[in-house]
């Protein structure tokens, strides 16, 4: 079954905004690491500019294999 835009979108974005709470708590805890200091404001704004290309990235690639399985019938 295929999903509609609005699905795909919405998947789409819960997996974005989960990934984009595990990437800021990745960098608070891994830049630290490698001496990589950067403000809590700074980190934020890094986070939701990946966040942002993940969104476009996922939403994309979703609708690119929705079209794939339907031109396949």
């Known amino acids: 079954m295929k999903q509609t835009k609005l699905e795909s979108f919405i998947e ?4 974005v905004i989960i990934g984009y709470i595990v990437a800021l708590i990745s960098q608070l805890i891994i830049f630290p690491l ?8 700074d980190n934020i704004m890094i986070s939701l500019y990946f966040t942002i290309i993940s969104l476009v990235r996922s939403y994309t ?3 690119v294999f929705n079209n794939f399985k339907r031109s396949k019938k």
């Open 12 to 15: 789409s974005l819960t997996n």
């Open 34 to 41: 490698f001496d990589i200091s950067v403000t809590l404001t």
């Open 61 to 63: 690639l979703r609708r």
